[in-house]
C-alpha cells in the first residue's frame, strides 16, 4: 500500500475552522459598510426616480405646447406613494394611467416631510436662495407650463420633495430641487444635514 505524502492529504480540521474564523470576522466587518452602500444606493435610486418623473412631466407640457399647465401628481395611501405625470388625454384628470410615466415609493425609502429633514437652511444656503418651498406629499406636486417653467401660477420659488429611509433616518436625506425655470437638481445629505450635490 503507497502511503501518502504531505502534499496529498486534505486540509486539517483546525485549518478549516481557522479559515472558517477569518471569513466570519471579515464578514462581520464587512456587513455594516455593505448595508450602509446598500441603503445610500435605495435612496439615490428613489430621488433618481422622483426627479425622472418631474423631467418626464416638464417634457410633456414642452412637447404638447400646454395651453394648461401639466400636473406632477403625488398620491400617499397606505404606506405607498404614486408620483406620475398627469399628461394624457384628458389632461389632469387625477388618475394614475397606464401610458403615464410615473413610479410608486413604498416601504421604508418614502418621500418624507421637511420637518423631518435636518438642516434644510443648510441646503437652502448650499443652492443660494433664502428659502426652499416644500412640495405638498399629497395631490399635486408641481406644473410645468408650454415652456418648462415649474409652478406657473405660484410665487415664484425653489421646491423640493426630500426622500428618506424612513426606519433608519441616519442613512441620509436625498432632496429633488426643481428650480423657477424647470431645472431639476438632485442634493444629497448625511443623517446631520451636511448637504452637498453628487458629482
Known amino acids: 500500500?503507497?502511503?501518502?505524502?504531505?502534499?496529498?492529504?486534505?486540509?486539517?480540521?483546525v485549518e478549516a475552522l481557522v479559515?472558517?474564523?477569518?471569513?466570519?470576522?471579515?464578514?462581520?466587518?464587512?456587513?455594516?459598510?455593505?448595508?450602509?452602500?446598500?441603503?445610500?444606493?435605495?435612496?439615490?435610486?428613489?430621488?433618481?426616480?422622483?426627479?425622472?418623473?418631474?423631467?418626464?412631466?416638464?417634457?410633456?407640457?414642452?412637447?404638447?405646447n400646454a395651453q394648461v399647465p401639466i400636473n406632477c401628481v403625488i398620491q400617499a395611501a397606505g404606506g405607498q406613494t404614486r408620483i406620475?405625470?398627469?399628461?394624457n388625454v384628458p389632461v389632469n384628470d387625477g388618475t394614475w394611467q397606464a401610458s403615464e410615466p410615473g413610479i410608486i415609493l413604498s416601504?421604508?425609502?418614502?418621500?418624507?416631510?421637511?420637518?423631518?429633514?435636518?438642516?434644510?437652511?443648510?441646503?437652502?444656503?448650499?443652492?443660494?436662495?433664502?428659502?426652499?418651498?416644500?412640495?405638498?406629499?399629497?395631490?399635486?406636486?408641481?406644473?410645468?407650463?408650454?415652456r418648462g417653467a415649474a409652478n406657473p401660477a405660484a410665487p415664484p420659488g425653489v421646491f423640493v420633495l426630500y426622500v428618506g429611509n424612513t426606519a433608519i433616518p441616519a442613512v441620509g436625506y436625498r432632496a429633488v430641487i426643481l428650480m423657477p425655470s424647470g431645472s431639476i437638481q438632485v442634493w444629497s445629505a448625511d443623517g446631520a444635514g451636511a448637504w452637498h450635490q453628487p458629482s
Open 107 to 146: 416601504g421604508n425609502v418614502n418621500l418624507v416631510a421637511a420637518g423631518v429633514v435636518p438642516n434644510t437652511a443648510g441646503l437652502a444656503a448650499a443652492i443660494g436662495v433664502p428659502v426652499l418651498t416644500a412640495t405638498p406629499l399629497n395631490g399635486v406636486a408641481d406644473t410645468f407650463d408650454g
Open 19 to 64: 479559515v472558517m474564523a477569518v471569513a466570519a470576522v471579515v464578514l462581520a466587518i464587512a456587513t455594516p459598510s455593505f448595508l450602509q452602500a446598500y441603503r445610500g444606493y435605495q435612496l439615490d435610486n428613489a430621488a433618481a426616480q422622483v426627479a425622472g418623473v418631474l423631467k418626464s412631466t416638464r417634457a410633456d407640457a414642452i412637447r404638447l
Open 1 to 13: 500500500m503507497k502511503k501518502r505524502t504531505n502534499s496529498e492529504r486534505g486540509f486539517s480540521l
Open 84 to 87: 406620475w405625470s398627469d399628461s
